[in-house]
């Protein structure tokens, strides 16, 4: 069973500019998360999709981020402007139907900011 | 306001050595909490899934145990390897009206050989 697929694996951009992230999640998986983890600390939940809806983006910074999965299956996160506090691994998951099931996770994107 | 700590933030063990890492949180209003661990530079893997309705699981050498009333899981590692080396994240999905997913900050572990 293939994994949780992202790209691009690493990214360096000016503040100020606009970067893309993408998500293949696993095959038959309707919820997708994106998380963002900053270096020396845990992953902070940005948005939860189930299906091509969202279920929870309380945490995103709406001003400058956005997501997308449309057709409830691959996932776009955009940052735009990019500010210096936005260097992170940007990390991709998703499980099954409903909240009981495992997340799996995908490689993540180092995204750095300079 | 929920929160997830994990202490110790590092430890080093020798190999072969039974170990017990730890992971509190605030709120006992809680429908499962995940152990993972990440390798430097690599995605989480997940190791063990706990129900709030469950005491403990099991898979290979790890044992997760969770107590609600004390706010408490516990990740058992028996005969540690070299191969164990990571840092060990807990996970636990909260729910007061609605659901919040929050991470601990994780324990670094080092197995020397």
């Known amino acids: 069973e293939a994994g949780v697929a992202q790209s691009p694996r690493y990214k360096i951009i000016e503040k100020r500019q606009s970067v893309a992230f993408w998500c293949n999640p696993i095959?038959?998986?309707?919820?997708l998360y994106w998380y963002q983890q900053i270096l020396g600390q845990g992953p902070k939940l940005l948005i939860q999709?189930?299906?091509?809806?969202?279920?929870?983006d309380s945490q995103l910074p709406k001003d400058r981020f956005s997501a997308e999965r449309l057709k409830g299956v691959d996932s776009t996160l955009k940052i735009q402007p990019a500010k210096l506090e936005d260097s992170a691994v940007y990390l991709c998951?998703?499980?099954?139907?409903?909240?009981?099931?495992?997340?799996?996770f995908g490689p993540g994107t180092r995204l750095t900011v300079t | 306001k929920q929160e997830v700590t994990q202490i110790p933030a590092a430890l080093s063990v020798p190999e072969g050595e039974n170990l017990v890492l730890n992971c509190s949180f605030t709120?006992?209003?809680?429908?499962?909490l995940q152990w993972f661990r990440q390798d430097p530079g690599k995605g989480l893997t997940s190791l063990l899934l706990?129900?709030?309705?469950?005491r403990e699981q099991t898979s290979g050498r790890l044992n997760a145990s969770l107590d609600k009333s004390s706010g408490r899981s516990t990740l058992y590692i028996a005969a540690s390897q070299p191969g164990d080396s990571a840092t060990y994240l807990c996970?636990?999905?909260?729910?007061?009206?609605?659901?919040?997913?929050?991470f601990g900050t994780g324990t670094r572990l080092k197995v020397l050989a």
């Open positions: 095959s038959g998986h309707a919820t």
């Open positions: 706990i129900q709030s309705s469950q």
């Open positions: 709120d006992s209003a809680i429908y499962n």
């Open positions: 996970a636990v999905r909260f729910y007061s009206g609605t659901y919040k997913y929050i």
């Open positions: 999709f189930q299906n091509n809806g969202v279920v929870d």
């Open positions: 998951a998703s499980s099954l139907e409903n909240l009981a099931y495992e997340q799996y």
